[in-house]
T-cell receptor, first 109, second 117 residues
Framework: GQNIDQPTEMTATEGAIVQINCTYQ??????LFWYQQHAGEAPTFLSY????GLEEKGRFSSFLSRSKGYSYLLLKELQMKDSASYLC??????????FGRGTSLIVHP | DSGVTQTPKHLITATGQRVTLRCSPR?????VYWYQQSLDQGLQFLIQ???????AKGNILERFSAQQFPDLHSELNLSSLELGDSALYFC????????????????FGQGTRLTVV
């Protein structure tokens, strides 16, 4: 089975850095995804990690530790438009991602 | 625009009724996935089709069924609808030739918002 845990809500200030944590328990782990979803819209892909370490992509970075069942998404230089829900999803033996309930990030001026 | 098209965007129907949601994947994508998203459950995987055949099943109720046609579009059929079926239903497609995510992203459509009254 698969179990994903991430905080329900976080707030941060424009221009700051925020780290959204995710822990997972997945049989036959095949990767960890992060998606961004604005209210009422489709999720959009941010990152995929299958090996330990940090992957950087512009203002967004994602980290994975397979031994700890832990990942985080790091958002730098926060902008108002980054206010959204951030979904952590782990892929198991079937390769189908199981999504967490998401972390609602509120960026304020 | 992800290239995945879902129709209709909104649907309001009564309990006990049956509805069909339609999805056209991105050109060339063979895999289609259906997800349900409700406020209290998050994004739940329902079912995956690959090149016309059922590939994987998630938390899909027996009242729900899906199929993928030769032109690769897919339909999700929801019957004997209950109030609790009110949710956003997303379709996603994947370019991976083996029909699973692997290290490729899935492209989500804009969803169909179903309201059962």
């Amino acid at each position: 089975g698969q179990n994903i845990d991430q905080p329900t809500e976080m707030t941060a200030t424009e221009g700051a850095i925020v780290q959204i944590n995710c822990t997972y328990q997945t049989s036959g782990f095949n990767g960890l995804f992060w998606y961004q979803q604005h209210a009422g819209e489709a999720p959009t892909f941010l990152s995929y990690n299958v090996l330990d370490g940090l992957e950087e992509k512009g203002r967004f970075s994602s980290f994975l530790s397979r031994s700890k069942g832990y990942s985080y998404l790091l958002l730098k230089e926060l902008q108002m438009k980054d206010s959204a829900s951030y979904l952590c999803a782990s892929a198991g033996g079937s390769y189908i991602p199981t999504f967490g309930r998401g972390t609602s990030l509120i960026v304020h001026p | 625009d992800s290239g995945v098209t879902q129709t209709p965007k909104h649907l309001i129907t009564a309990t006990g009724q049956r509805v069909t949601l339609r999805c056209s994947p991105r050109s060339g994508d063979l895999s289609v996935y259906w997800y349900q998203q409700s406020l209290d459950q998050g994004l739940q995987f329902l079912i995956q089709y690959y090149n016309g055949e059922e590939r994987a099943k998630g938390n899909i109720l027996e009242r729900f069924s899906a199929q993928q046609f030769p032109d690769l579009h897919s339909e999700l059929n929801l019957s004997s609808l209950e109030l609790g079926d009110s949710a956003l239903y997303f379709c996603a497609s994947s370019p991976h030739p083996r029909g699973n995510y692997m290290n490729t992203e899935a492209f989500f459509g804009q969803g169909t918002r179903l309201t059962v009254v």
